[in-house]
Nanobody, 123 residues
Framework: QEQLVKSGGGSVQAGGSLKLSCAIPEYHSFSCFGWFRQAPGKEREGVASLHSGDITNYAESVKGRFTISGDIEKNTLYLQMNNLKPEDTATYYC??????????????????WGQGTQVTVTS
């Protein structure tokens, strides 16, 4: 079973930035990468997805503020989060999938999940 290791969460004031990292063993073997988040009392939300090297998709709520990227040499997936808002507060999860041809911001597209990391944005 793949073990996805996350880092980079924390607490920041509104307007600030954080960068999440996710170490992915055998990064090259996956076709789909994503970041999800879940706030207390809410369903898990697909924040961003990445496939075919540079094709990305974002939730409307984060477009223009968040950037998903990957580094195959470092076996690492990133989520750069700028201009953070209190409503971005949630537990964030990285995810990877091997369902070739199927990559979207839906849990069904992913096979492996990292442990959650807390992001708290204060006003």
């Amino acid at each position: 079973q793949e073990q996805l290791v996350k880092s980079g969460g924390g607490s920041v004031q509104a307007g600030g930035s954080l960068k999440l990292s996710c170490a992915i063993p055998e990064y090259h073997s996956f076709s789909c990468f994503g970041w999800f988040r879940q706030a207390p009392g809410k369903e898990r939300e697909g924040v961003a997805s990445l496939h075919s090297g540079d094709i990305t998709n974002y939730a409307e709520s984060v477009k223009g503020r968040f950037t998903i990227s990957g580094d195959i040499e470092k076996n690492t997936l990133y989520l750069q989060m700028n201009n953070l808002k209190p409503e971005d507060t949630a537990t964030y999860y990285c995810a990877t999938g091997r369902k070739y041809g199927f990559c979207q911001r839906s849990s069904a597209a992913f096979d492996f999940w990292g442990q959650g990391t807390q992001v708290t944005v204060t006003s």
